[in-house]
């Protein structure tokens, strides 16, 4: 199983390396909207510095700068191998609880020492309400964005191929990673999983890429002819785009990766996935004729608007077809929340 999944990782292309040591040099990278990687971007950081002395000192500086509050940890056993996945049922393989950091950090420590060892994992920490000072010691150069800091720390770990509304650049402090990045338009061939039941709010591909199943799966060959692949040391980082599939795992005993996640559109407008999962429920089982006629509503008023939308109705009076302004879009959620509260 692993030499067959050795296989698969050797021949994908690699992810273009960039010098990105200031804001400009970043800039004119994730203006191309395509992945790369930068060598040792956060490797001055002191977390990963401890990282790199020892699992046991990196434990102890996230211990030392914790906010005394309960975090959400997610525990499975060791036959899962770190696997994020579903059983045969489609049920998650993994359970979450509530307890403190330390307890957490001493989870791991015992799984550290463990093989094979059970999943111990914090995903997505927010750095600013968890812990004091460890965002603004580990930061990056971003310009005008006000990015999302989280943390992440745990066990091995291989969360399976999924994407992000946001962009996101994700640095690697302790142990190593390996991301597997596919673009936007591989969803068909990567055979999506429910969107309403996932690991962590986004549908996953069902593809177990250290065992593919191809006779299940034909279209993945597709898939991987698209794919890019890049091993990341501690200090390492990599800029993930807006809706990039990404196929992640933590390598080492004990891992942790820092990241930051922002978008360039304005906060006050809606999520995407909302509006499709509102078309599912909606639109998706009409018939067959009041389906094509919605496709063109929405291409007229979504996909393909132009200036023929509004140019025949007064400026005054175009109401949600105007600019999608912060008081626009408050009415339109107080007006969607009322019709669902009837």
Request: glycine share 6%.
């Amino acid at each position: 199983m692993l030499d067959q999944a050795a296989g698969i990782f050797a021949d994908m292309e690699p992810i273009v390396l960039r010098d990105a040591g200031d804001l400009s040099a970043l800039e004119a990278g994730l203006a191309t909207r395509e992945p790369f990687v930068v060598r040792g971007l956060a490797e001055h950081w002191p977390l990963t510095q401890a990282a790199k002395t020892s699992s046991a000192a990196a434990r102890s500086f996230l211990s030392e700068r914790q906010i005394q509050r309960p975090f959400v940890v997610t525990l499975g056993p060791a036959e899962m191998a770190g696997h994020i996945f579903y059983d045969e049922n489609m049920v998650m393989n993994i359970t979450t609880e509530r307890m403190p950091l330390d307890a957490c950090l001493d989870r791991m420590a015992e799984a550290e020492a463990q093989s094979p060892s059970p999943t111990v994992y914090l995903g997505s920490i927010d750095m600013h309400t968890h812990f004091q000072g460890l965002a603004e010691e580990h930061s990056l150069d971003l310009g005008p964005r006000n990015p999302l800091a989280s943390i992440w720390i745990g066990t091995r770990t291989r969360v399976s191929a999924h994407n992000d509304f946001p962009d996101n650049i994700a640095c690697v402090v302790g142990g190593r990673r390996r991301f597997v990045l596919f673009p936007p338009d591989q969803f068909r061939n990567l055979y999506l999983g429910p969107i309403d039941n996932t690991p962590a709010g986004r549908p996953v591909s069902l593809v177990d890429f250290h065992n593919p199943d191809f006779e299940r799966f034909p279209r993945f060959r597709d898939a991987l002819q698209t794919a890019r692949i890049a091993e990341l040391e501690p200090g390492d980082a990599i800029f993930i785009p807006s809706m990039w599939w990404h196929h992640v795992e933590a390598l080492d005993a004990f891992n942790i990766l820092v990241n930051f996640w922002w978008r360039d559109t304005p906060a006050h407008l809606g999520l995407p996935q909302d509006a499709l999962n509102h078309a599912i429920m909606s639109i998706r089982d009409l018939p067959a004729e009041d389906r094509a006629l919605w496709r063109e509503m929405f291409d007229h008023y979504v996909f393909d608007a132009d200036d023929s939308v509004t140019a025949h109705i007064p400026e005054r009076g175009r109401g949600i077809l105007g600019p999608m302004t912060q008081e626009m879009a408050s009415r339109i959620r107080t007006y969607i929340l009322r019709i669902f509260s009837q």
